[in-house]
């Protein structure tokens, strides 16, 4: 299940699972969008990333579907791994700018 | 390839002191490189943007006479916090951006700063 902790929301799976960690973008005008991996005491790990032109994007076992007109973002991860367990941020970027603004993040347990 | 190395990985320091982290792109050219800071079970938040060359760009918040960054050549960023303290400890994370494609970013593994 998922639930809120004081900082980051938890979601908890069994493997084999698939999961489905979502993002609630703030700004209309983000047009790139990314997703990260993070292991604890590490840096962000690029997954998969999507342009505002697309509403769906797959890579390896992930899926990215993004929903402009809610500013929604979501990622799917099918069967799910005891290594899949990390934290998992959302960024958004603005066409012409350079920085990205992260996301609160996801921490996703995989248990066996 | 887009491989990012940060240095010291931790840092242990008392309070006053100043520390210098270093952020090295290795396999390319970095025109512009980040830095963030990442409280516990927090999220990534940008500090600076550091253009190789120039005066980095100060996010809203963060003090630039505290928070140095030197970017003097294409593959090296540093981050010198001064007069630490306690509430400065952290993780340090920067990324590399490749020349021309800044959306680009590619991560380095973080430098944890912990002040006493």
């Known amino acids: 299940g998922e639930s809120v902790g004081l900082h980051l929301p938890t979601l908890s799976v069994q493997e084999g699972d698939n999961s489905i960690i979502n993002c609630a973008y703030s700004n209309s005008a983000s047009d790139y969008f990314i997703w990260y991996k993070q292991e604890s005491g590490k840096g962000p790990q690029f997954i998969i990333d999507?342009?505002?032109?697309?509403d769906k994007r797959q890579g390896q076992r992930v899926t990215v579907l993004l929903n402009k007109t809610v500013k929604h973002l979501s990622l799917q991860i099918a069967a799910t791994q005891p290594g899949d367990s990390a934290v998992y941020f959302c960024a958004e970027n603005i066409a012409g700018y350079s920085t990205l603004t992260f996301g609160k993040g996801t921490m996703l347990l995989v248990s066996p | 390839g887009a491989v990012v190395s940060q240095h010291p990985s931790w840092v242990i320091c008392k309070s006053g002191t100043s520390v210098k982290i270093e952020c090295r792109s290795l396999d390319f050219q970095a025109t512009t490189m980040f830095w963030y800071r990442q409280f516990p079970k927090q999220s990534l938040m940008l500090m600076a943007t550091?253009?190789?060359?120039?005066?980095?760009?100060?996010e809203q918040g963060v003090e630039k006479d505290k928070f140095l960054i030197n970017h003097a050549s294409l593959t090296l960023s540093t981050l010198t916090v001064t007069s630490a303290h306690p509430e400065d400890s952290s993780f340090y994370i920067c990324?590399?951006?490749?020349?021309?494609?800044?959306?680009?970013?590619?991560f380095g593994p973080g430098t944890r700063l912990t002040v006493l």
């Open positions: 999507i342009r505002s032109n697309m």
């Open positions: 990324s590399a951006s490749l020349s021309g494609r800044t959306t680009e970013q590619f």
């Open positions: 550091s253009n190789e060359g120039s005066k980095a760009t100060y």
